[in-house]
């Protein structure tokens, strides 16, 4: 159990507000843009600016990665469940194409289930199915608990 709920605030960022190092490493897929076609989206909370896909409409998926991974990870299941559902994937800060500070202190579980509840709530998100891998489902978990606390 994590010691509690940690506020964050989530900002939905188009492209060009986010730097152009995060655009370029987003926008170079050599190898692999094929299988992981999606649109670069962006949300920046006071620890970061964080990368996610949002592919798809109707009830909403929320995928989380463990570690070492990133939202490729889904890529098969959000080109398999778009046609049915909105899924989001998101990158924890210091994965996939987010951004990497070094300041250790944010890569705690306390921080990364603050950073995704900040962007469940800045995307109106509700009766989330939730897909987790590895530490992605104990973060995944935490946002329910989180989001139901007074």
Known sequence: MT?????LNAVLQSSDQVSEQLQAR????????????FESRWFRTDDGVQHYVDEGSGPPLLMVHGNPTWSFAWRH???GL????????????????????QDT????????????????RALGLQNVGLFGHDWGGANGNNVGVWLQAP
């Open 26 to 37: 987003a926008q170079q897929r050599s190898g692999f843009q094929q299988q992981y076609a």
């Open 82 to 101: 778009r046609d049915r559902y909105r899924v989001i994937a998101v990158d924890h800060l210091g994965c996939g194409f987010s951004e990497k500070p």
């Open 77 to 79: 299941l959000i080109a």
């Open 105 to 120: 202190s944010l890569y705690v579980l306390e921080r990364h289930i603050a950073r995704l509840t900040a962007l469940v």
């Open 3 to 7: 010691q509690g709920p940690v506020e």
